[in-house]
């Protein structure tokens, strides 16, 4: 075989990688922190998650500029390419997971200590499956997984359907009292958030699919 | 470097389907063909589709055959007395090699342009007036001479000094004036050798865009050590590599695009990436 070349460069990439599953992680846990103290109208967490969210944005930044620092010095081509192209969508995509996050926290500071319109049972669901795709798919763009790329998108349904639940319920007790509008309102939001947080795990495993294969996919999600 | 032999990957992509489905029509087509210098094997059984109009960039790492693959096209190898060539180039269907073509003919139609920029110690004017008159051109020479050197787009630079040597003009000048040159005969093809590679950066990006123009009126092939040049400029890329007895193999042959994106084999992603050198 010839010799190894660009061990630097490549090493460069791994960072990268690296640094996407570190905002990845960031990500998940602050989703997860979100739901635990809307559980607990927990007001000391939910301005905490609005503060940190200054630190998935700046990562997400870092990110984006290593990844131009990269193309400019670099001229990377074909999978290196590629995958640092991934990396530009990805990490937006993780960001926005993050805003998602900090939105539950604004909407805790919009509810206050009330005791919430009705048991959370369905969102915190959401949030477990929400999350474990997001795990999944950082292992899967970590290992350039392909079948799992496909497969994860798949779940989606389920976080779709304990939205649609959680919607009706919350319509239904709207209609029985309008006076709920406001509080019921705050959990839809909340449910919302998770709903469009499964999705972009979705835009995610359309990206890993590029990154292996070369090729622009899209999940029919209806 | 030697790498595991790969069969070309010809025409994957979307563009160059209209290629492989036969409803493009091409400048160059060698089949089978391999060069021989004495007993040595430089380059073997390269089946290569040269599309007209497009640039086509040829590159690979030293000693895959990539500029012997590029003489072949104008019998340039002629000249090498211990060069043998086998297989078939056909231009306009016919086969260059044939004992009936006249090598003088093919060059003529097929023109060449080198590294390092060689002008003719003589004036600039006589730099691309002498190809056709040995031609026996008989139109209007100052007009075929301003027109071959708007065409290298140099004319703005040298039309007050066109009876001045060649000899003092920049190195991209000099170049320029070997392209308005070769595209003096009205050749169909043009060759070029690492035409920039003796250039300084911006020189370079003048002979490139003027590789783009020249492009619509002519098919070109070029050989280049720069991948970002061949990424920048070329319709279509050849990737050359050689194996283990130094014989140089076409690779894979795809659009540009589609092999510094994605190409089809793991040797070209190899080289391209930087990874295997």
Not at chain 1, 166 to 181: A, C, K, Y
Not at chain 2, 120 to 141: C, H, L, S
Not at chain 2, 154 to 166: F, G, I, P
Request: with cysteine.
């Amino acid at each position: 075989m010839g010799q190894l070349l660009r061990t630097s460069f490549a090493r460069e990439l791994e960072t990268l990688q690296t640094d996407t599953l570190m905002l990845g992680s960031m990500v998940i846990q602050a989703l997860k922190e979100s739901v635990e103290a809307l559980r607990r109208r927990d007001m000391d967490v939910a301005r905490r998650l609005i503060k940190e969210d200054e630190i998935i944005n700046k990562k997400r930044f870092q990110i984006e500029a290593d990844c131009l620092r990269l193309i400019a010095t670099q001229q990377p081509m074909a999978g290196d390419l590629r995958l640092i192209a991934a990396v530009l969508e990805i990490s937006t995509e993780l960001e926005r997971i993050g805003d998602y996050a900090k939105g539950i926290g604004r909407i805790i500071l919009l509810i206050g200590t009330e005791v919430l319109i009705k048991p959370l049972v369905d969102i915190p669901k959401m949030c477990d499956i929400a999350t474990e795709m997001l795990q999944q798919s950082l292992d899967a763009f970590l290992h350039q997984d392909l079948e799992a790329a496909r497969a994860i998108p798949l779940r989606d349904d389920e976080v779709d359907d304990l939205y649609n639940r959680v919607h009706r319920d919350l319509i239904e007790m709207i209609l029985e009292d309008t006076s709920l509008i406001d509080r019921c309102n705050y959990l839809l939001w909340a449910a919302h958030n998770l709903e469009r947080a499964a999705d972009r795990v979705s835009n995610i495993c359309e990206r890993i699919i590029f990154t292996v294969t070369g090729e622009f996919f899209e999940f029919d999600m209806n | 470097m030697t790498v595991a032999l790969e069969r070309p990957a010809q025409t994957q992509s979307s563009q160059s389907a209209a290629y492989a489905n036969g409803t493009g029509s091409f400048a160059i087509e060698a089949g089978g063909m391999g060069v021989y210098y004495g007993n040595f094997c430089a380059v073997r059984d390269v089946d290569m589709r040269v599309p007209t109009n497009k640039i086509t960039a040829i590159i690979g790492p030293s000693g895959c055959g990539k500029s012997t693959v590029l003489r072949c096209f104008n019998r340039m190898n002629d000249l090498i007395n211990s060069a043998r060539i086998e297989g078939e180039v056909l231009f306009q269907g016919q086969n260059i090699y044939d004992d009936s073509v006249d090598p003088v003919e093919v060059r003529r139609r097929i023109g060449m342009v080198f590294q390092k920029a060689n002008p003719f110690p003589k004036t600039i004017y006589e730099n691309v007036a002498w190809g056709t008159r040995i031609n026996g051109f008989r139109g209007d020479m100052d007009e075929m001479v301003e027109k071959a050197l708007r065409s290298a787009a140099l004319w703005d630079e040298v039309k007050d000094k066109l009876q001045q040597s060649a000899l003092g003009l920049s190195g991209g000048q000099q170049q320029r004036l070997c392209i308005a040159r070769a595209i003096a005969v009205e050749p169909e093809i043009i060759l070029m050798d690492e035409p920039a590679s003796a250039l300084d950066p911006i020189a370079t990006l003048r002979i490139e865009d003027l590789m783009k123009e020249l492009s619509e009126k002519y098919t070109i092939i070029v050989v280049t050590h720069n991948m970002q040049q061949a990424a920048r400029i070329s319709d279509f890329t050849a990737f050359f590599s050689v194996d283990e007895y130094r014989t140089g193999n076409l690779i894979e042959f795809d659009e540009t695009e589609k092999i510094f994106t994605n190409p089809s084999q793991k040797s070209t992603e190899d080289y391209i990436t930087g990874r295997f050198g």
